[in-house]
């Protein structure tokens, strides 16, 4: 397997449970650049909230944006993988306007199959109870944003190799 670098900051995106923390890391080994765990950005009064079962505001959720934002920034140029769950056009926007030549990798699925993954993970602080209010929460990428959607049905590894396969599209970032 051939590795592919790339001057892309991409945020892999998606909602609760499709796989960010999963194939961020493979997409970033793929593509010869570091990869940022994006849930180690969230300050702790989120993760207690989320924790908690309580889902975020927009409020709660814009320095934790800003913060990804500023990883991107300083990888501007140079790549990098990020995750984030990036629901809304209005947080793409507030990272783009942080690190313009970011591109979202949005990966996607069945809520039948997302809840299923859901409830066989452990150890992570999301409940499988939030994923209604995720999906309601969803915009997905619209025609004027740079990325690709990848369905997350199948092997980890063939979900990356979908993704770099889709980024190989992607005209080279405007910095």
Do not use: C
Request: no cysteine.
């Amino acid at each position: 397997m051939q590795q592919l670098h790339t001057p892309h900051v991409v945020v892999v995106m998606g909602v609760a449970g499709t796989g960010k923390t999963t194939i961020g890391p493979l997409l970033a080994a793929r593509l010869g650049v570091p990869y940022a765990e994006g849930d180690d950005f969230h300050p702790p009064a989120n993760i207690a909230k989320m924790t908690a079962g309580t889902p975020l505001t927009d409020e709660d959720r814009w320095p934790w944006l800003d913060a990804i934002g500023g990883w991107a920034h300083g990888r501007a140029g140079l790549g990098g993988v990020v995750s984030s769950s990036a629901l809304k056009r209005s947080y793409r926007d507030r990272l783009r306007a942080a690190a313009p030549g970011v591109v979202f990798v949005h990966l996607t699925g069945s809520r039948e199959l997302i809840e299923d993954r859901m409830s066989h993970r452990q150890g992570h602080f999301m409940p499988t109870a939030l994923l209604d209010s995720q999906f309601a929460t969803l915009q997905p990428l619209e025609p004027d944003e740079a990325g690709v959607a990848v369905d997350v049905a199948g092997t980890p590894e063939e979900i990356t190799e979908r993704a770099v396969d889709a980024l190989r599209g992607l005209p080279e970032p405007v910095q």
